[in-house]
């Protein structure tokens, strides 16, 4: 086995450990006797097991509902952030380089300004336009492409293509809404797959802005609902930690469906056929 | 329908990086149907002559006329050129035919046409049978005709081809060479080509600019280049081994005007019985002929000679040159300079 090989199965099942084992103790406690304390020596498989736990965080909090506002708020932000970072980060190829040199600048300048001391003023803002306890606080900075390392990233990306293909296209007329839709985006496609997936994992875990944002329960999303979860019963691990896996178990199943696009190799638009 | 007249005039067109000359003040015109190739060294400006047509790059001085329209500010799309680049830029993810169609798709043209026109460029460069494949899946040679049919599908009024063969090995590079001569025959296009190989612009070419540090040096045909090279430059560039450059005649017997340098190509050099002494320094075998380094006087000589005749490192002969084929050039400007 070549040497390289060896030191990234290696390299994988340190990463696989460090992640398996927590998740592994949150299923079997969430598998626990509700109101039972955390056992004290690890334990893989609880006795008994007690499934019931779900049905019970799920109702108490409204779980589902939670969930469903989750994944309505991340499925807009996720691509509507691709969408609008990989614009961004395209026209920072094809632009001056002067007027690029600006750009990049002040977004490196933009990275560093802590988001919590944007939230007065943000908050502020959408209390102005009445958008207070909707969903649009938190799909809005996806429309600034959520955040400046996104664009960078995308920049990078398009960067490194051989510039002789944008070449290519302008000499065949190509706007640039199609050199980035026909050649572009099909070529940094696992960039944008892995963008797509960053920014859904962040918004199915934000908690901060739906905190500051959102006042009703039915729109409170599963960062909010563990939340009221933990408020309500605090000592009963066993029901956080089977509300934790509801939580978890979506974002672990759209990076399953994702891995396959960012780890292959684009197979083609076939618009001519075969 | 007739074809559009296609000339090319490049009226003294410069163009500068950083107050960095690329090109100065070029004055240049391609025929309708003419393939003119464009030659120098690397860095001499002659990328950026094709670039500065095509509309990739945009001139500081000058004016670029296609035919009778003025493209010098034109975008490139709207300029009808075609460019086949060194590297051949084909779309990865895209397959032969795509890649073909690509102009023809993006111009919004029904797709039963761009099947056919893509079928009918592909035929031409007798790639017919990779269209289904990816260029990964692509030999060097095959991309280069993939690439080929690309500029060829949309009819253009200019090809421009920057140094297409340069990617393909020695054996590769002569057939294809070929094919591309007997591709223009049959096209009849105009075709403006840039290359650093002196043999590709000698066999190709029907015109040949040769191009340094942006200037040009000389227009000719490739008969002229070779013969008459206007400068020290041009004759020492084209053609391999380079010209010999003497000092003066004087080592070889020849009466030269003074300040005069006397140039005389390997093979126009002539060993036998008669004329000045001469060490052989060095025999280098080159198949049937041999490249035989000599030293006349103080002066150094390359000679290419039949590689049967025995020659051995200190042996002594005689050297003659022929005045028809002895070349002056001014010490100083380098100019061609004529016998009198």
């Not at chain 1, 399953?256 to 075969?274: D, N, P, S, T």
């Not at chain 2, 001569?181 to 105009?190: I, S």
């Not at chain 2, 300040?259 to 002539?270: D, F, K, L, S, T």
Request: aromatic share 6%; glycine share 8%; charged share 20%.
């Amino acid at each position: 086995m070549a040497r390289g090989t060896s030191w990234r199965i290696l390299g994988a099942a340190a990463i696989v450990a460090v992640v398996a084992l927590p998740s592994a103790f949150l299923i079997a406690g969430s598998l626990r006797q509700p109101g039972l304390p955390p056992p004290l020596t690890p334990e893989l498989v609880p006795d008994p097991v007690v499934f019931g736990n779900y049905e019970r965080a799920a109702d108490l909090v409204g779980l589902g509902r939670a969930a469903l506002n989750s994944f309505l708020v991340a499925a807009l932000t996720a691509p509507l952030s691709v969408l609008v970072a990989s614009w961004a980060g395209f026209a920072l190829v094809l632009i001056r380089a002067r007027v690029r040199t600006v750009i990049l600048a002040a977004s490196l300048l933009a990275l560093m300004v802590p988001l919590t001391a944007l939230l007065v003023p943000r908050f502020a803002l959408f209390r102005s336009l009445g958008l207070v306890n909707t969903f649009v606080p938190l799909v809005a900075p996806a429309l600034v492409a959520t955040s400046p390392i996104y664009v960078l990233v995308f920049y990078v990306a398009f960067r490194r293509l051989p510039p002789e293909l944008y070449d290519a296209c302008r000499l065949e007329a190509a706007s640039p809404l199609q050199i980035w839709r026909r050649v572009g985006m099909p070529l940094v496609r696992p960039v944008a797959v892995a963008i797509g997936l960053l920014a859904f994992v962040l918004s199915w875990g934000n908690f901060l802005d739906p905190l500051v944002y959102l006042h009703d329960r039915e729109l409170f999303t599963l960062p909010l609902a563990l939340r009221s979860l933990a408020q309500l019963d605090p000592t009963n691990y066993p029901l956080l930690l089977a509300g934790s896996v509801i939580a978890t178990a979506p974002v672990i199943a759209v990076f399953l469906v994702a891995q396959r696009y960012f780890l292959h190799e684009h197979r083609g638009a076939g618009w001519l056929g075969r | 329908m007739a074809r559009p007249v296609s000339l090319v005039r490049l009226e003294r067109v410069s163009k500068e990086y950083d107050g960095v000359s690329a090109v100065r003040e070029l004055e240049l015109e391609v025929a309708d149907g003419e393939l003119l190739v464009v030659l120098g060294p690397s860095g001499c400006g002659k990328s950026t002559v094709l670039r500065l047509v095509a509309g990739l790059e945009e001139a500081t001085a000058g004016r670029i006329m296609i035919g009778e329209r003025d493209v010098t500010r034109l975008s490139p799309g709207r300029r009808n050129v075609s460019m086949v680049f060194q590297s051949y830029a084909l779309f990865p993810h895209l397959t032969a035919a795509e890649n073909i169609g690509f102009g023809l798709v993006v111009r919004e043209v029904r797709r039963a046409e761009v099947r056919e026109r893509v079928a009918r460029a592909a035929a031409l460069v007798d790639c017919a049978h990779l269209l289904a494949r990816r260029p990964a899946q692509l030999s060097g040679g095959e991309r280069q005709r993939i690439a080929l049919a690309r500029a060829l599908v949309r009819e253009p009024d200019v090809f421009l081809l920057d140094e297409p063969l340069s990617n393909l090995d020695a054996e590769l590079r002569a057939q294809t060479r070929a094919e591309l001569k007997l591709l223009h025959a049959r096209v009849g296009a105009t075709m403006l080509y840039v290359t650093h190989d002196q043999i590709e612009a000698l066999t190709l070419g029907q015109r040949i600019a040769v191009l340094r540090d942006g200037e040009l040096q000389q227009l000719g045909t490739p008969n002229q280049i070779w013969r008459e090279p206007a400068n020290r430059f041009v004759g020492r560039f084209v053609g391999s081994p380079a010209m010999n450059i003497l000092s003066s005649g004087t080592a070889v017997g020849l009466d030269t005007p003074p300040g005069a340098e006397v140039g005389i190509r390997p093979e126009h050099v002539m060993l036998g019985e008669t004329g000045v002494e001469a060490t052989v320094m060095l025999v280098e075998p080159i198949g049937s002929e041999a490249l035989v380094h000599l030293r006349v006087a103080e002066a150094a000589l390359v000679a290419r000679a039949p590689a049967d005749a025995p020659r051995s490192v200190g042996d002594t002969l005689r050297v003659s040159l022929s005045r028809e084929h002895v070349h002056l050039f001014d010490a100083g400007t380098g100019e061609r300079l004529p016998w009198s």
